[in-house]
């Protein structure tokens, strides 16, 4: 298992600036960034045939010459997330408000699946090959997990140190519209990162699933191969 880097998870604290005068105590901003994966996990309950049922994103490396049989594949997905909680502070003298990006926490999850067709989980051999192939995917995603939770935390880091973390004194009246502009920043920066990490996942998953990659795992059991027609 990869452990997730402990250093990803992270929590940057700013000291917001706003107008002294009308707001004196602001109080300092995080950002939390939280890489985390759960429990690798398999099923092999289901039959080969079953499992030709699945719409796989990976490009078939067999070309229109060849058939490919889907014999395992890694389940689960990068779940991005996040929450926004603006802190703020009224000023009788000045009918206004002081706001300020009180805890930005992102979440970055992943809750992989390794599911393998039960007649080659039966074979010990074609059991442990397909396991190693399948923990690769496994890995990109942990990887990328904690590639990211650093990227992202810099990234919205310097977009909010360019447009400051706190807003005042604004009047009252538009106190509201306010927040909803500062939210609205974090989650376009946010939003724009996690496209990106979802692409450049898709791209290196994809990587995996080489020609020569499903050629080695077929190599390593010669022994199965006499029983394919058997099976497939």
């Known amino acids: 298992m990869l452990p997730l880097d402990p250093l990803t998870a992270s929590t940057l604290l700013i000291l917001a600036a706003a107008e002294p005068a009308a707001c004196p105590a ?4 995080k950002l939390n960034i939280v890489p985390s994966t759960a429990e690798l996990k398999f099923d092999t309950d289901q039959t080969l045939a079953e499992l030709q049922n ?9 070309g229109f010459h060849g058939m490919s049989v889907t014999q395992a594949f890694m ?15 009224y000023s009788e003298k000045y009918n206004a408000y ?8 992102v979440n970055i999850d992943i809750d992989p699946t390794i599911v393998i067709a039960k007649e080659l989980y039966a074979d010990s051999c074609m ?3 397909i396991i190693g192939h399948e923990s690769k995917h496994v890995k990109v995603d942990r990887v990328i997990v904690n590639e990211y939770a650093k990227t992202i935390g810099q990234k919205l880091y310097d977009e909010l140190s360019a447009r400051g973390f706190s807003a005042g004194p604004v009047p009252a009246e538009y106190a509201e519209d306010t927040i909803k502009r500062m939210q609205r920043v974090v989650s376009q920066v946010l939003d724009h990162e996690f496209k990106k990490m979802e692409l450049d996942r898709m791209d290196r ?10 050629n080695s795992v ?7 191969e006499r029983q394919k027609s058997k099976i497939y």
Do not use: N
């Open 218 to 224: 077929d190599a390593k059991c010669p022994l199965f």
């Open 75 to 89: 389940k689960g997905s990068i779940v991005p997330g996040y929450r926004i909680k603006i802190g703020h502070m």
């Open 205 to 214: 998953q994809r990587a995996v699933d080489s020609l020569e990659e499903y």
């Open 54 to 62: 699945y719409s796989m994103d990976t490009v078939d490396p067999y």
């Open 127 to 129: 059991r442990k090959a």
């Open 26 to 29: 602001i109080p300092q901003s």
């Open 98 to 105: 002081c706001l300020w990006y009180e805890d930005i926490t």
